[in-house]
């Protein structure tokens, strides 16, 4: 039980890792959107200041401690927890950092791992979705409209970091920020309701088993 005592902890401080960044921003966002680092120097606002680490370093905990810690709290063996767990962190990093130069190989490689998850996700979806009924097969349905609209979220950032590099697209609109982050704000309500639907879907499905059918929870090993 002490394992999922850690995950729980870890989630409530992932959270309110999250929340401190959240308030943070609201609070510090008006001024940064109207001044600039100079005038914004050696006051709470500034670029780098003891705020805006915290505000960091909420993110970062937001991003990492509440997936390790559902992992931690819903496994039994953790050897791969941490790894699993520190990939958001690891790739959130990666896209801040580093900034190699603009090289169509590799976001073309971007893409196609991108396009052939997506089949693997169709595909496999196609193989199970017949198990189930009710409610869980609506909240696999809702799931993969998300999935497909974070895929068109894809191609639209793709058409935004592509075509001021490509001298026959240059010239063409790009989307705007606005709407990609409609897009994806849309795709991830679809996934959480998704995933809302699955989870009453099974609690109904469970609750009319008869007793002696229904899972019993695990409580884990140390």
């Given at each position: 039980m002490?394992?999922?005592k850690?995950?729980k902890?870890?989630?409530?401080?992932?959270?309110?890792?999250?929340?401190t960044?959240?308030?943070?921003t609201v609070?510090?966002?008006p001024?940064q959107?109207t001044?600039t680092a100079?005038?914004?120097a050696?006051?709470?606002?500034?670029?780098?200041?003891?705020l805006?680490?915290?505000?960091?370093m909420?993110?970062?905990l937001g991003?990492?401690?509440?997936v390790?810690?559902?992992?931690?709290a819903?496994?039994e063996?953790?050897?791969?927890?941490w790894?699993?767990?520190?990939?958001?962190?690891?790739?959130?990093?990666?896209?801040?950092?580093?900034?190699?130069?603009?090289m169509?190989?590799?976001?073309?490689?971007?893409?196609?791992?991108?396009?052939?998850?997506?089949?693997?996700?169709?595909w496999?979806w196609?193989?199970?979705?017949t198990?189930?009924?009710g409610?869980?097969?609506t909240g696999?349905?809702?799931?993969?409209?998300?999935?497909?609209?974070?895929?068109?979220?894809?191609?639209?950032?793709?058409?935004?970091f592509?075509n001021p590099?490509v001298l026959?697209?240059?010239?063409?609109?790009?989307p705007?920020?606005?709407g990609?982050?409609?897009?994806?704000?849309?795709?991830?309500?679809?996934?959480?309701v998704?995933?809302?639907l699955e989870v009453?879907?099974s609690?109904?499905?469970?609750?009319?088993?008869?007793?002696?059918?229904?899972?019993q929870?695990?409580?884990?090993?140390?």
């Amino acid at each position: 039980m002490k394992r999922q005592k850690i995950g729980k902890i870890s989630i409530w401080i992932g959270a309110f890792g999250f929340l401190t960044f959240v308030v943070l921003t609201v609070f510090q966002g008006p001024m940064q959107r109207t001044h600039t680092a100079e005038e914004l120097a050696g006051t709470i606002y500034g670029i780098w200041g003891a705020l805006w680490w915290i505000r960091m370093m909420g993110v970062g905990l937001g991003m990492m401690l509440p997936v390790i810690g559902v992992l931690l709290a819903t496994s039994e063996k953790g050897s791969y927890v941490w790894l699993l767990g520190l990939l958001p962190m690891i790739s959130l990093e990666a896209g801040m950092f580093w900034h190699p130069p603009y090289m169509p190989p590799l976001l073309g490689l971007g893409g196609v791992i991108i396009a052939a998850s997506y089949i693997g996700i169709l595909w496999a979806w196609t193989r199970r979705n017949t198990a189930f009924e009710g409610l869980t097969r609506t909240g696999k349905q809702v799931q993969l409209v998300g999935y497909t609209v974070l895929v068109g979220t894809a191609l639209l950032l793709c058409m935004v970091f592509g075509n001021p590099n490509v001298l026959a697209l240059a010239n063409e609109p790009v989307p705007g920020v606005q709407g990609i982050n409609s897009s994806l704000a849309i795709g991830m309500l679809l996934l959480f309701v998704g995933h809302y639907l699955e989870v009453r879907g099974s609690e109904e499905a469970t609750a009319s088993q008869p007793a002696k059918l229904r899972p019993q929870p695990s409580g884990g090993q140390d």
